[in-house]
């Protein structure tokens, strides 16, 4: 027979407030949580410093008596010699097949540009035509109207107004549809040249953006084949630099080395386990902080959908309502307490980054998963659809 899980009943607005007091409770958690970051950062900046200054000592020497190493240590360094190599010449190829792909975008881009000047000239003939036409065409209108209005002069001198009204009354009808017909062609005329204008416009536009994205490629292809090239002729250098520089950071064990060069080495050793515990601790505070805000941001909105039922409920008289929790979901909302109280004294906690790292994985990382949390906000959701129900 199944256990019946333990539950939390609080009524509906006691709930609001338990929500409104849980969103608070992450807010300074999430406050603890920067502080402690700010701390990190500081001492974080000050051990980087110091870490360069013990790198930049070990790096020149053993690169200058790489030969009189220890075989172990020299063994290290050649294998990750080869790595290295293998690195470079997969970044050279991928480099250019880059380069070739800027370089056919380039001649695309140009070609393009080509084929809009040569498209816009191929239309200027058409255009012109059209617009000398009608050019003449407004001409001849004229010439029409003005020979009509001559011919109405002469026959309507004296009484010829009279006798030749007929005749006089198609000539001014002439006069009308000559000058009807010409505004009509001018109307044509100024469409052709505002259509030319426009195709102008269009084509410097698109000239302009064809040649900025031209510039974009031939920057792009500039700098990869600058660093191609480089690589091309620096391999075997960069190679070892990288090999050294790579053994170096990862350093965690005495390699057996003498006199000052050891020295400075097994202080290298000890800088870089405080550099790794310190990358470890900002990880860890990079994924505290994105928990809580996510989580922060959805309580939130939860919250405030609990706010408006509570609202509704005051508005229409309705009947108070139990909202039954389950005591996990009770538990899982203790957690920004719980976590805020283990981190407050950030000055402590600066100087701690694992012992930090342990708690975020304890108390967030191991507790709140994608399905936990998923839950987390589905159960509570449940529980207030279910308390509400009665009211429908």
């Known amino acids: 027979m199944a256990t019946k899980q333990a539950t939390h009943r609080m009524r509906l607005s006691q709930f609001n407030d338990y929500l409104m007091q849980k969103e608070r409770e992450l807010t300074q958690c999430y406050r603890e949580i920067e502080e402690v970051q700010a701390e990190f950062n500081e001492i974080f900046r000050q051990e980087m410093a110091a870490w360069q200054e013990t790198f930049s000592q070990c790096f020149p020497q053993v690169l200058a008596g790489r030969d009189d190493l220890p075989a172990k240590f020299r063994q290290q360094i050649d294998e990750a010699e080869r790595e290295e190599l293998g690195k470079l010449r997969q970044e050279m190829a991928q480099l250019e097949d880059e380069v070739a792909q800027c370089r056919a975008e380039m001649d695309r ?10 498209s816009l000239r191929a239309e200027n003939p058409d255009i012109d035509e059209r617009e000398e036409s009608l050019k003449a065409k407004v001409v001849r209108l004229q010439d029409d109207y ?11 001198e ?20 000559a000058k009807q017909e010409q505004e009509a062609t001018m109307r044509e005329l100024r469409s052709v040249r505002q259509e030319w204008l426009t195709q102008m416009e269009e ?26 090239d480089h690589i091309r002729h620096n391999l075997e250098d960069l190679a070892q630099q990288n090999a050294i520089t790579g053994v170096l950071e990862e350093l965690d064990e005495d390699p057996g080395v003498e006199g000052q060069l050891g020295d400075s080495l097994r202080e290298l050793i000890q800088r870089n386990k405080v550099r790794t515990e310190y990358e470890t601790g900002l990880a ?24 408006t039922v509570v609202q509704e409920q005051r508005r229409y008289g309705l009947r108070d309502v139990a909202i039954v929790l389950p005591r996990s979901v009770v538990a899982l909302n203790e957690t920004w307490r719980a976590l805020a109280s283990k981190i407050k004294d950030e000055k402590a906690m600066g100087t701690k980054p694992l012992a930090f790292s342990r708690i975020i994985k304890a108390y967030l990382s191991d507790r709140l998963t994608d399905s936990s949390i998923q839950g987390l906000f589905e159960t509570m959701g449940n529980a207030l659809s279910e308390a509400t129900a009665s009211w429908n």
């Not at 140009?110 to 000047?117: G, K, N, P, R, S």
């Not at 040649?211 to 084949?225: D, L, M, N, T």
């Open 109 to 118: 881009l140009t070609e393009a540009a080509q084929d809009l000047t040569h």
């Open 146 to 156: 003005t020979e009509a209005w001559e011919k109405a002069e002469r026959v309507s």
């Open 158 to 177: 004296g009484l010829g107004w009279l006798t030749n009204a007929f005749r006089l009354a198609k000539l001014r009808k002439r006069q009308r549809e």
């Open 203 to 228: 084509a410097s536009q698109s000239q302009a953006e064809l040649r900025k994205q031209w510039q974009e490629q031939s920057v792009a292809a500039a700098e990869k084949q600058g660093r191609l």
């Open 284 to 307: 860890s505070v990079a994924e505290a902080l994105g928990l809580t805000k996510g989580i922060g941001e959805g309580l939130r909105r939860f919250g405030q959908s609990v706010a």
